[in-house]
């Protein structure tokens, strides 16, 4: 079957975007201690500092300065130099400080500089565990747009589509394996969303999302699990902060509107087709709530209305009650999230 061709296509490989191959890296300590400190206690330091693992350890016997780290490249090797300063009983280096029992502290610091380097070990970790670096690096394989029609289109097919179209490596749970060999299709149109958003959307309905980890010295792999495997997760579009007008003008364009025992999807179809942005929905909280819109008649008849403030209009005839929030995709531009108003998303 199609389907499963599609599948096995996606688990066959890995792919990247724009990853760096990893240099050789040597570590080398320089360690000096402030005045306060005898030789003493240097030397209980480096009997210590000789077991963490650097390629290379030196103690310095004039007063101590500041701790500093510098990376020197020759040809395929970097050498990473830290200096450190023995002060109050710690070893204080960039970043870190040590007590004298911390070997596995110290060894782990080591082995983080040589797989990483100093920029990597040293920077803020931020969402995912990732650097400012690492996410936007993520962010940007993500934000090309879906280039054709998804509507009812097999799930597993553009789900391999938008993962190669990233560069990304990829890694796939049991249950995305599975999930992947359903016959489960889009049911909304993703044309133009960018492979991020889009990539989450369709993982949401069945039961998954995606999560970009790195394993340290290695490159970001975007993971696909089980959506109660974790708390954290690439979300399904982004806030936006400035005011809603500035984003997407005809949203409030104003018309006469005049729909009369509609049903809620055929309504918001037509204006999704006025405004022509994207209108994405939250196909999980809906359910939860038991909406059907297909089976929730809806009437408004207005003069002169913006479109967005029909569109709450209309989601507000819905039981439970529907919201509409504007969100952005990974290139900035505008689409609507359907949800419910009181579900959690």
Wanted: with cysteine; charged share 25%; net charge positive.
């Amino acid at each position: 079957m199609k389907m499963f061709s599609c599948a096995a296509a996606l688990f066959a490989g890995l792919f990247f975007c724009g990853s760096l191959t990893a240099q050789n890296r040597l570590v080398e300590l320089e360690v000096s201690a402030n005045q306060s400190a005898g030789l003493s206690i240097q030397q209980q330091w480096m009997e210590v500092l000789s077991d963490i693992g650097a390629d290379r350890i030196r103690s310095r016997t004039n007063p101590a300065g500041k701790p500093d780290i510098q990376e020197m490249s020759s040809g395929k090797i970097v050498v990473v130099k830290v200096k450190g300063v023995i002060r109050g009983g710690q070893l204080v280096v960039p970043g870190r400080q040590f007590s004298i029992n911390d070997k596995n502290g110290m060894r782990e610091f080591v082995k983080q500089l040589r797989d990483d380097g100093s920029k990597v070990t040293l920077a803020e970790k931020k969402a995912f565990g990732l650097t400012s670096e690492q996410l936007v690096a993520v962010y940007k394989c993500l934000r090309q747009p879906i280039q054709t029609s998804t509507l009812n289109q097999p799930s597993a097919k553009l789900v391999e589509q938008v993962l190669r179209q990233s560069g990304l490596e990829f890694v796939l749970d049991k249950a995305a394996r599975k999930a992947m060999r359903a016959d489960s299709v889009i049911t909304e149109e993703l044309q133009g969303v960018t492979g991020g958003t889009a990539l989450a959307a369709i993982l949401r309905p069945l039961g998954l999302v995606m999560v970009p980890q790195r394993e340290q010295g290695g490159t970001t792999q975007l993971h696909i699990v089980d959506s109660t495997a974790t708390e954290e997760h690439w979300p399904i579009g982004w806030p936006t902060e400035s005011p809603l007008k500035t984003y997407e003008p005809k949203l409030f364009d104003r018309e006469n509107i005049a729909i009369q025992n509609y049903q809620l999807d055929q309504a918001l179809g037509a204006i999704q087709r006025r405004v022509a942005i994207p209108f994405l929905y939250d196909q999980n909280s809906l359910a939860r709530a038991g909406i059907e819109m297909s089976e929730t008649d809806v009437t408004l008849v207005r003069e002169n209305l913006a479109y967005m403030v029909a569109i709450q209009k209309l989601l507000s005839q819905s039981r439970p009650r529907m919201r509409a929030e504007m969100r952005l995709d990974e290139a900035g531009k505008p689409f609507l999230w359907f949800s419910t108003a009181f579900v959690q998303r």
